[in-house]
């Protein structure tokens, strides 16, 4: 996860869920608060903790898990 160096992923906090830091902000919390309108300013001011780059990070990072495919493989044909 080299490429979101905010975004961490510990069994032991937050079962193991992607957060921003080590700290217990899930990246899923970020991004539903800015999903119900909460804006970036005033999200800062809510989690005095978070910086400016965490948050955006957070967006990278989902956008990045929306990006993905699942393909669905079907079993190669047994010759006769």
Known sequence: MT????????PS????KPCIRGMRVTVGMVLGN????????ELLAAY???EREDVLEAI????SLAQER?????????GS
């Open 34 to 41: 800015l999903g119900a309108g909460v804006g970036l300013d």
């Open 3 to 10: 490429a979101f160096p905010r975004i961490t992923r510990d």
């Open 70 to 78: 699942e393909i669905d493989l079907v079993p190669a044909a047994r």
């Open 60 to 63: 990278r990072y989902g956008a």
């Open 13 to 16: 906090v937050m079962a193991g």
């Open 48 to 50: 005095p903790y978070l």
